[in-house]
């Protein structure tokens, strides 16, 4: 074997060695994209999901809106009708008032 063959069938093995190590250094890199890969996929798949929950959210707070405005009106023609009802509660008392004082009257005449 000369001197050339033997130089030959180093750098052969080396460059084996080195394809070795490129081939893994490619599997590991291949393999990280397949989980980023993956990674992403659900990534997205949860983004979506809260997207579609914001949204209900959105139409829930947005509808709410609505009943919270129901509700204030409700409550403004309530509070109108307890101030009608406390005016005609004095009314009802300074008649009551009239009319105690006009039999305190009578009773005084007639007794």
């Not at 983004?47 to 509700?71: F, I, M, T, Y």
């Given at each position: 074997m000369s001197a050339r063959d033997c130089t030959i069938r180093v750098d052969s093995f080396i460059m084996d060695n080195v394809l070795i190590e490129l081939e893994k250094k490619v599997e590991r890199v291949?393999?990280?994209?397949?989980?980023?890969?993956?990674?992403?996929?659900?990534?997205?798949?949860?983004?979506?999901?809260?997207?579609?929950?914001?949204?209900?959210?959105?139409?829930?707070?947005?509808?709410?809106?609505?009943?919270?405005?129901?509700?204030?009106?409700?409550?403004?023609?309530?509070?109108?009708?307890?101030?009608?009802?406390?005016?005609q509660r004095k009314e009802v008392e300074a008649r009551l008032e009239g009319i105690l004082s006009r039999f305190d009257s009578f009773e005084g005449l007639g007794g």
């Open positions: 291949a393999s990280a994209i397949r989980r980023l890969k993956e990674e992403n996929a659900n990534l997205r798949s949860e983004n979506q999901e809260l997207n579609g929950r914001l949204g209900e959210v959105g139409k829930s707070a947005s509808g709410n809106d609505g009943a919270v405005r129901e509700l204030r009106s409700k409550i403004g023609q309530l509070e109108k009708e307890r101030k009608s009802l406390i005016e």
